[in-house]
T-cell receptor, first 114, second 113 residues
Framework: DVKVTQSSRYLVKRTGEKVFLECVQD?????MFWYRQDPGLGLRLIYF?????MKEKGDIPEGYSVSREKKERFSLILESASTNQTSMYLC???WGTGGFYEQYFGPGTRLTVT | QQQVKQSPQSLIVQKGGISIINCAYE??????FPWYQQFPGKGPALLIA?????SEKKEGRFTISFNKSAKQFSLHIMDSQPGDSATYFC????????????FGSGTRLSIRP
């Protein structure tokens, strides 16, 4: 059974703080993704990675960066958190390259920036 | 071109009824159309998926209908049950797009007992 875990379920940070969201998958998947989920906007891709130390921008990368030093771990970094980054953040992983591969999601981190 | 439009935003159905969620796309290069189901407090999970070479796919009470000429597809849930209450996302992707999936805006489905 694929398991994707995220370091926190709930997080409250202040404006301007540096925020790290961690994601770990245990199925040796090549690809990992970070999405944010907002009501009425669905899931929007922030960044994805298809290999260690590789990263690609998604649809809304502004204000975010990522790090993938190990295959199983993908981190999302908010360099200077702002209130408009209050959202649910979802991490996902998939086995192969190509849109046909199922994505497995973690439970999400609800981030509030005050 | 990359957008997937989903409707309705929310839906209330009586137990035993049929739930229908609709999606439309513009990019004719899309060749894979999955639906993801998300329960409260959980991440989305793949429910059912279809490729454009078939017009319908059925798995238990869940059916995807696909209309390639209209660039539309829909999810039908027959005999809807309270346990089906969740948020549903349609999506579209291309096999050549390095695993990028475009998600719809989501439909919050509530099944009334």
């Amino acid at each position: 059974d694929v398991k994707v875990t995220q370091s926190s379920r709930y997080l409250v940070k202040r404006t301007g703080e540096k925020v790290f969201l961690e994601c770990v998958q245990d199925m040796d998947h090549e690809n990992m993704f970070w999405y944010r989920q907002d009501p009425g906007l669905g899931l929007r891709l922030i960044y994805f990675s298809y290999d260690v130390k590789m990263k690609e921008k998604g649809d809304i990368p502004e204000g975010y960066s990522v790090s993938r030093e190990k295959k199983e771990r993908f981190s999302l970094i908010l360099e200077s958190a702002s209130t408009n980054q209050t959202s649910m953040y979802l991490c996902a992983s998939s086995w192969g390259t190509g849109g046909f591969y199922e994505q497995y999601f973690g439970p999400g981190t609800r981030l509030t920036v005050t | 071109q990359q957008q997937v439009k989903q409707s309705p935003q929310s839906l209330i159905v009586q137990k035993g009824g049929i739930s229908i969620i609709n999606c439309a796309y513009e990019n004719t290069a899309f060749d894979y159309f999955p639906w993801y189901q998300q329960f409260p407090g959980k991440g989305p999970a793949l429910l059912i998926a279809i490729r454009p070479d078939v017009s319908e796919k059925k798995e238990g009470r869940f059916t995807i209908s696909f209309n390639k000429s209209a660039k539309q597809f829909s999810l039908h849930i027959m005999d809807s049950q309270p346990g089906d209450s969740a948020t549903y996302f349609c999506a579209a992707s291309q096999d050549s797009s390095a695993s990028k999936i475009i998600f719809g805006s989501g439909t919050r489905l509530s099944i009334r007992p």
